[in-house]
């Protein structure tokens, strides 16, 4: 007999707190979240990574940690042996299920840290693609289903030896 199956992020999904939206409708925040996915970093090194002030990061940062999002690891020394806390994702994000306005919010949000994330990156590090699908209403929600599933599958597996981090930012959009 097989192992259980293991327990896939979309059957893990609970409402969103109004603190944990809040803190979703940021492009910055959500930068965070992802950079701090699978390994720590201290304030410093987000906002060298971020190109923002220290001082704005931390605020975001705390944001996070008051959310939920982020938990603070083991205090390290720094430059200058100075007192540097390490942060890390809990990747609670993925297992939120948020209303309406929420969403909208988070919309944009993901698509200004998106466009914020490859702006940053060199273009030959860009595997893009764009077309055009013609689909009924259940073609449409098969779609997203297969692609949500596809995702879901991809994140959830553990990274093997050499793994490297990728970004992905899918977006489907009525076309006039």
Same mark, same amino acid.
Request: proline share 4%.
């Given at each position: 007999?097989?192992?259980? *199956?293991?327990?896939?992020?979309?059957?893990?999904?609970?409402?969103?707190?109004?603190?944990?939206?809040?803190?979703?409708?940021?492009? +910055?925040?959500?930068?965070?979240?992802?950079?701090?996915?699978?390994?720590?970093?201290?304030?410093?090194?987000?906002?060298?990574?971020?190109?923002?002030?220290?001082?704005?990061?931390?605020?975001?940062?705390?944001?996070? +940690?008051?959310?939920?999002?982020?938990? *603070?690891?083991?205090?390290?020394?720094?430059?200058?042996?100075?007192?540097?806390?390490?942060?890390?994702?809990?990747?609670?994000?993925?297992?939120?299920?948020?209303?309406?306005?929420?969403?909208?919010?988070?919309?944009?949000?993901?698509? *200004?840290?998106?466009?914020?994330?490859?702006?940053?990156?060199?273009?030959?590090?860009?595997?893009?693609?764009?077309?055009?699908?013609?689909?009924?209403?259940?073609?449409?929600?098969?779609?997203?289903?297969?692609?949500?599933?596809?995702?879901?599958?991809?994140?959830?597996?553990?990274?093997?030896?050499?793994?490297?981090?990728?970004? +992905?930012?899918?977006?489907?959009?009525?076309?006039?």
């Amino acid at each position: 007999m097989g192992e259980p *199956a293991e327990e896939t992020r979309s059957a893990r999904r609970v409402p969103a707190t109004e603190k944990q939206a809040a803190a979703l409708a940021s492009s +910055v925040r959500l930068r965070i979240i992802r950079l701090l996915h699978g390994r720590e970093l201290t304030n410093k090194e987000l906002a060298e990574r971020l190109d923002r002030d220290p001082a704005t990061v931390l605020y975001h940062v705390r944001r996070l +940690v008051a959310a939920g999002f982020l938990v *603070a690891g083991r205090p390290r020394r720094g430059a200058k042996n100075a007192r540097a806390i390490p942060y890390r994702s809990v990747e609670l994000s993925c297992d939120l299920e948020l209303g309406r306005a929420e969403r909208e919010r988070l919309s944009e949000s993901m698509l *200004a840290a998106f466009l914020a994330e490859v702006g940053s990156a060199a273009p030959a590090t860009l595997r893009q693609s764009r077309l055009v699908l013609e689909l009924d209403e259940d073609g449409r929600e098969e779609f997203l289903g297969r692609l949500r599933g596809l995702l879901h599958e991809f994140a959830d597996r553990r990274p093997g030896a050499g793994a490297r981090r990728y970004g +992905v930012y899918v977006a489907l959009h009525e076309d006039d």
